[in-house]
């Protein structure tokens, strides 16, 4: 099974940027697809992006043109790059994997079996 560790949150103001981290352990064979979701307190959690082993994305349309997902395989390390940072994206971000042969296409409304811890994230 394979194991997810989040880092890079943390408190920006307004306006700035922060990276997100997954690193990957275990067996990852069947994280051919992987995403980026979100909760804040109170609210039911949201998909932010995806990116199949392929390097196919999908973004949540709310995050478009501001958030980036991308994948080093080498590393196993799964990433987030959030500029333009708003309070409204302050949340804990959770990093997921699932394999595609299960779920057949990478996107933020399939299920994920596998998560990680979670990073604060918070936007003043």
């Known amino acids: 099974e394979v194991q997810l560790v989040e880092s890079g949150g943390g408190s920006v103001q307004t306006g700035g940027s922060l990276r997100l981290s997954c690193a990957a352990s275990g067996d990852t064979s069947g994280s051919s697809c992987m995403g980026w979701f979100r909760q804040a307190p109170g609210q039911p959690r949201e998909g932010i992006a995806t990116i199949d082993h392929n390097g196919v994305t999908s973004y949540r349309q709310t995050v478009k043109g501001r958030f980036t997902i991308s994948k080093d395989h080498a590393k196993n390390t799964l990433y987030l790059q959030m500029d333009n940072l708003k309070p409204e994206d302050t949340a804990m971000y959770y990093c997921?994997?699932?394999?595609?042969?299960?779920?057949?296409?990478?996107?933020?409304?399939?299920?994920?079996?596998?998560w990680g811890q979670g990073t604060q994230v918070t936007v003043s």
């Open positions: 997921a994997a699932e394999d595609l042969a299960t779920i057949f296409v990478c996107h933020i409304v399939k299920p994920f079996a596998h």
